[in-house]
Each structure stands twice: as C-alpha cells, then as structure tokens.
C-alpha cells in the first residue's frame, strides 16, 4: 500500500507561486511513475504532470508548459510540483498519484493511488 500525503497549497495572488510537495509511504518510490492531477469546482479531473519512476521523462499537460515543473527526489520519497506565474484559472484541488505502469500517463484511471488532495486558489 502506498500512502501519499500533499502539502504547499494555499491562496497566491495571480502571478505568483507556489511548491507542491508529495511524499510517500513505501521502500519502492523510485519505480512508481508520480503525477499531479486538479479539480476545479464543476469541472473534469485533469492531468497536469507527471514524471516517471526511474525514467527521467516527464509529461505536461499543455496548459503548464513554461508555467509548472514536476521533479522528484527519490531519496526523500517526495515529488514535487513548482508552480510559476500562476493565474485563477489554476484554481482547483490539485492531487499527487502514483503508479507502477503509468500508460496512458495523462489518463487519471490509471493511477492505483491518490493523495487527499491540497487546495490551491488563485486571487485575481
């Protein structure tokens, strides 16, 4: 069983930052592909990120390209999400999730397990 525990949310003017944090439960971390999905109020579950175990590929959804960076410190058991240049639109629960055999890697079924999630919301 892996556990996965979100911080770094908060309230950020736009424009602004923030850091994510995600860390895990289990001696296996380096071989699980991590990503970050988000919900916002009345809308679909959407990929953000996601980078893979001991691969160093990473994957954006085309909204965060140039604005997010997803990185991951496999000592620590902790990945990470750097948010830049952040807007309202950004505004939603944004969840870490983690698996062994991520493909498709933007497709949220795939993930066996999800954080409780970290609000993020984006003051205009």
């Known amino acids: 069983q892996v556990q996965l525990v979100e911080s770094g949310g908060g309230l950020v003017q736009a424009g602004g930052s923030l850091r994510l944090s995600c860390t895990t439960s289990g001696r296996t971390f380096s071989s699980y592909t991590m990503a970050w999905f988000r919900q916002a109020p009345g809308k679909e579950r959407e990929f953000v990120a996601a980078?893979?175990?001991?691969?160093?590929?990473?994957y954006y959804a085309d909204f965060v390209k140039g604005r997010f960076t997803i990185s991951r410190d496999n000592a620590q058991n902790t990945v990470y999400l750097r948010m830049n240049s952040l807007t309202p639109e950004d505004t939603a629960i944004y969840y870490c999730v983690a698996a062994k055999v991520a493909i498709p890697v933007m497709r949220a079924s795939t993930y066996d397990y999800w954080g409780q999630g970290t609000q993020v919301t984006v003051s205009s």
């Open positions: 980078h893979g175990g001991r691969a160093i590929s990473t």
